[in-house]
């Protein structure tokens, strides 16, 4: 069981815009910034989001990030075929450990 | 650019100790970065494993503090896992990844699996 807390699966068309929620607690989430991951079949994990809502450099800006309280989410928008990958966001506790989500299973149909 | 790659045992025994190596090329392993380890069982999410600052101290899962250290080893830029006590749970490919913030995992190498079974 997973520190924060993700929908198992999402999905969308392409062109659509897609909301993924990460869902965590003060010592976590509250309290630090949260990181969103992408990783394809097959393939290590990839920094997609970093400090809430900053993307590397690289990364489109199709991709976005926000943070609320405890809870998190990221974007996609103009949603594409090769976005269909497992999702997962992070973050620091105060327990001195970094914890993930189970990961969210984007399809795009 | 950072690259990572995961080296040693594939199968280990149950009971025994789990050791990988981390190769670090393109980096510095005395620079500001947290030299970490990351698993994910087969079909399922990540977790992370620990990290250590060169120089510093390290950090560990609580769920796994009792079987796992990490060291880092500047002269031959690696750094390495030892996790003892494995069992069939331990199954699982594991990442070496630096990290530049907590939880911020720029860099990661491909993933080796390893196995427990007799």
């Known amino acids: 069981q997973s520190v924060l807390t993700q929908p198992p699966s999402a999905s969308g068309t392409p062109g659509q815009r897609v909301i993924i929620s990460c869902s965590g607690s003060?010592?976590?989430?509250?309290?630090?910034?949260v990181y969103w991951y992408q990783q394809l079949p097959g393939t290590a994990p990839k920094l997609l989001i970093y400090r809430n809502n900053q993307r590397p450099s690289g990364v489109p800006d199709r991709f976005s990030g926000s943070k609320s309280g405890t809870s998190a989410s990221l974007a996609i928008s103009g949603l594409r075929s090769e976005d269909e990958a497992d999702y997962y966001c992070?973050?620091?506790?105060?327990?001195?450990?970094?914890?993930f989500g189970g990961g969210t299973q984007l399809t795009v149909l | 650019q950072v690259q990572m790659q995961e080296s040693g045992p594939r199968l280990v025994k149950p009971s025994g100790t789990l050791s990988l190596s981390c190769t670090v090329s393109?980096?510095?392993?005395?620079?500001?970065?947290?030299w970490s380890w990351v698993r994910q069982a087969p079909g399922k999410g990540l977790e992370w494993i620990g990290e250590?600052?060169?120089?510093?101290?390290?950090s560990y899962n609580p769920s796994l503090t009792s079987r796992v250290t990490i060291s880092v080893d500047n002269s031959k830029s690696q750094f390495s896992l030892e996790l003892t006590s494995v069992t069939a749970a331990d199954t699982a490919v594991y990442y070496c990844a630096s990290a530049s913030g907590y939880a911020r995992f720029d860099y990661w190498g491909q993933g080796i699996l390893v196995t427990v079974s007799s």
């Open positions: 003060r010592s976590n989430v509250g309290s630090n910034y």
């Open positions: 250590m600052y060169s120089g510093g101290d390290p």
């Open positions: 393109g980096g510095s392993l005395s620079s500001t970065q947290w």
């Open positions: 992070a973050a620091w506790d105060d327990s001195r450990s970094a914890v």
